[in-house]
C-alpha cells in the first residue's frame, strides 16, 4: 500500500485543491516529497490504525452476525411450539394440534403454519438407524430422516434455504426454492427425499427419474435390514432448522420425507397423520408484528397447553425471547470498540502533530526565504494545513482499503464455511 501512497498524495491535491493559485498545490507537493520519510511513518499509522479498526469492527460483527443467524437457522421460526413426545399420552396430543391449528388460522399476525415429526426411528420398535447408500451398497452414509408439511419452507425463515437442484415433476409449479415441499407430495415423490448436496457425488445420483438410491432401515444389532429404492427429489445445500450441507466432511446429514412415506417406512407403527410423533409446530408471522400482538398469541397457546394438561411435554420458543441478552453484549461491546477507536486516532492524532511540528522546524529556513520573496503568513498557514489534510486523507483511504480487503477476506471465509448469508457490514 506504501507504493500507492505518492499516487494517491497526488491526487488528493488535485481533486481538493485545483482552485488554489498554482503555485500552492506546488508547493504542497514538494514538501510531500521532501517529508517522506518522516510521512511514511505516520502514514503507516494512521493506515494500520484505521484499517485494524475496520478489521475488529467487521470481524465482530460478522461473529454477532453468525451467532443470530445460526440460532435463526437451528430455529427454523420465529415462534414456535416444541412437542417432547416422550411420555406424552397420544391421546391429548391430537386436540392440542387441532386447537392449535384452529388458533393459527383464527390470528391475523399468523401467515402460515408447517408440522415438523420427530426423527423416524422415535418410538418405533426395534429400529437402530437409517442409512443412505447407492445401488451397489459400496456407499453408505446415515441418516436422520423427518416428515414435513409441504409448505414448510414458506412458513420457515427466509434466507436460509439454498436448493441445489430439483426434480422436474408435472404436478408441482415451482415458483420458486420455497415450494421445493410440494415435490414430496405428488405421485413421484412417495418415494423420494430431499436429501443434502454432498450425496450428489458421494452416492452418485442426481433429480433425473432414473436416478435411484437405497434409503435402509437398520434394526437393532444389525438383525436385519429394510430395503427402500428411492428417488432425489431435490438436493439442499443449506436449509432452516435441518441438517444440510454441501461439504463431505459433514456426515450424518437430514432426509427430509413426506407424512405418508413417514408412516410407510414405520412399519405400520402409525396408521394416520394424527398419530405421527410431531416434534414442532411452525408459525410463520407478519412482519412488523409488535410484541404484544405476539404476546396474545402465546398467551391463546399456552392457554390450550394448559387445558389439555400438557405443560411440561409442550413449550413455545419465542426467538425475542432468545436475543435480549445478545443485544446487550452487543452494546457494550460497541461502547468498547469505540473507546479504542477513540484511543488509536488520539495516537496517531499526536503522531501527526509531532511529525507536522518537526517538518516546519526543519524547514524554517525555506519559510524564511519565502517569506522574504513576499509570501504572506495566510498563505504559509494554508500551505502546511493542506499538507497535513493530504497526509491524513492519503492515509485514511490506505487503512480503509486494508481494512477491507482484511475484511471481506474474513467475511468471504466465513460464509464459505458456515453456509449462512452473512453480509459485510462497513463500520
Known amino acids: 500500500s506504501l507504493n500507492l501512497e505518492h499516487i494517491i498524495e497526488r491526487t488528493v491535491v488535485w481533486v481538493f485543491f485545483f482552485w488554489e493559485n498554482a503555485a500552492v498545490p506546488q508547493i504542497v507537493l514538494k514538501n510531500l516529497v521532501a517529508h517522506k520519510l518522516r510521512n511514511r511513518k505516520t502514514t503507516i499509522m494512521y493506515a494500520l490504525s ?16 453468525t451467532i443470530t443467524y445460526r440460532s435463526q437457522q437451528r430455529s427454523g421460526s420465529f415462534l414456535k411450539a416444541n412437542i417432547d413426545f416422550s411420555g406424552t399420552s397420544l391421546g391429548n396430543l391430537p386436540l392440542l394440534f387441532a386447537d392449535f391449528e384452529a388458533i393459527a388460522k383464527q390470528t391475523e399476525i399468523v401467515k402460515g403454519f408447517s408440522w415438523v415429526t420427530q426423527p423416524l426411528p422415535h418410538n418405533v420398535p426395534g429400529v437402530d438407524h437409517n442409512e443412505l447408500k447407492n445401488i451397489g451398497q459400496y456407499q453408505k452414509d446415515t441418516n436422520t430422516i423427518y416428515a414435513i408439511s409441504p409448505h414448510f419452507f414458506k412458513t420457515a425463515i427466509p434466507g436460509f434455504l ?27 415423490g412417495s418415494y423420494s427425499a430431499l436429501l443434502g448436496t454432498r450425496y450428489k457425488e458421494d452416492i452418485a445420483i442426481s433429480v433425473n427419474s432414473d436416478s435411484q438410491y437405497l434409503l435402509d432401515t437398520i434394526y437393532n444389532n444389525d438383525t436385519s435390514t429394510n430395503h427402500r429404492r428411492f428417488t432425489p427429489a431435490g438436493f439442499i445445500t443449506v436449509a432452516p432448522l435441518f441438517k444440510f450441507s454441501k461439504y463431505p466432511s459433514v456426515a450424518r446429514q437430514d432426509a427430509l420425507v413426506s407424512f405418508t412415506t413417514y408412516m410407510r417406512m414405520s412399519g ?7 398419530e ?7 408459525m410463520q408471522i ?3 408484528t409488535d410484541t404484544s400482538s405476539i404476546s396474545q398469541l402465546k398467551a391463546a397457546l399456552q392457554s390450550s397447553i394448559t387445558s389439555h394438561d400438557l405443560r411440561g411435554s409442550v413449550n413455545i420458543y419465542d426467538y425475542n425471547d432468545r436475543k435480549s441478552p445478545l443485544e446487550i453484549a452487543n452494546t457494550v461491546i460497541g461502547y468498547f470498540f469505540n473507546f ?8 496517531s492524532f499526536f503522531s501527526l502533530m509531532s511529525s507536522m511540528l518537526t517538518n516546519i522546524l526543519e524547514q524554517s529556513k525555506e519559510i524564511g526565504i519565502l517569506r522574504a520573496l513576499g509570501i504572506n503568513r495566510f498563505w504559509m498557514y494554508r500551505i502546511y494545513i493542506y499538507e497535513a489534510f493530504v497526509l491524513v486523507f492519503a492515509s485514511s483511504l490506505l487503512g480503509v482499503l486494508i481494512g477491507l480487503a482484511m475484511g471481506y477476506t474474513f467475511a468471504t471465509q466465513r460464509v464459505l464455511f458456515t453456509q449462512l448469508p452473512l453480509p459485510l457490514v462497513f463500520p
Open 276 to 282: 405421527l410423533p410431531m416434534k414442532s409446530f411452525m
Open 268 to 274: 405400520g407403527l402409525y396408521k394416520s397423520v394424527e
Open 50 to 65: 484505521l484499517g485494524f479498526i475496520i478489521f475488529n469492527n467487521v470481524a465482530y460483527d460478522l461473529q454477532v452476525q
Open 286 to 288: 407478519e412482519a412488523g
Open 162 to 188: 439454498k436448493v441445489d437442484s430439483s426434480a422436474d415433476d408435472p404436478d408441482v409449479d415451482i415458483l420458486s426454492t420455497d415450494y421445493i415441499g410440494y415435490l414430496l407430495y405428488t405421485q413421484t
Open 340 to 347: 479504542t477507536t477513540f484511543i488509536a486516532m488520539l495516537v
